[in-house]
Every structure is written in C-alpha cells, then in structure tokens.
C-alpha cells in the first residue's frame, strides 16, 4: 500500500509557474505508475498527465501539453508535474495518484490517492 502527499500547490499569475510535488511512503513506490488528475468546481475530475512506473512513458492531456512535465524520481519516492505558461482554466484541486495496473492514457487503474492541492491561476 502506498500513501501520497501532495505539496506545492498556491495562488500564481497568467503566465506563472509552480511544480507540485508527490511524496510517496509505504512499499514498492517504484512499481507503481504515477498520475495527477484535476478538478475544478462544478467539473469532473481529468486526468492531466501519467508517468509509467520506470519514467520511460508519460502521457498529457490535450490542455497542459507543451506547458506541464510530469517526472518521478523512484529512488526519492517522489513524483512532481511541473507547470509553465499557467491559465486561469488551470485552475483546480491537483491530485497525485497511484496505481499497479494503470492504462497509461486513461485514468482507468489508480488504486490510491492524495488528499489534493489547491492550485489557483489569477487572470
């Protein structure tokens, strides 16, 4: 079982950056592909970007490619998703999540979740 705590999160500007970060305890940290999914008010939560268990595939949504890089560091048992070029439609409560038997493109296989960072983009 792993637990996950987000960090990171805060108020920026259009235009501003912030790296979240995703510190994992308990077991097998390295077996576990790594993601960070959004949610905004009054919007269903989006998966924004995936990182395989080894780092060597990663995913990003539409929205955030090009301005977010998820990377993980398997002997620190930490993930992080940089953010650039932030929007106010960034916007959201920011998730970090685990899972063993995760589709790397989908949010379909994450097993445990952090509690969330508020991540807020004034216009």
């Known amino acids: 079982q792993v637990q996950l705590v987000e960090s990171g999160g805060g108020l920026v500007q259009t235009g501003g950056s912030l790296r979240l970060s995703c510190a994992a305890s308990?077991?097998?940290?390295?077996?576990?592909?790594m993601g960070w999914f959004r949610q905004a008010p009054g919007k269903e939560r989006e998966l924004v970007a995936a990182i395989s268990w080894s780092g060597g595939s990663t995913y990003y949504a539409d929205s955030v490619k090009g301005r977010f890089t998820i990377s993980r560091d398997n002997t620190g048992n930490t993930a992080s998703l940089r953010m650039n070029s932030l929007k106010p439609d960034d916007t959201a409560v920011y998730y970090c999540?685990?899972?063993?038997?995760?589709?790397?493109?989908?949010?379909?296989?994450?097993?445990?979740w952090g509690q969330g960072t508020q991540v807020t983009v004034s216009s």
């Open positions: 308990g077991r097998g940290f390295s077996t576990y592909a």
């Open positions: 999540a685990a899972g063993l038997k995760v589709v790397i493109a989908t949010p379909l296989g994450y097993d445990y």
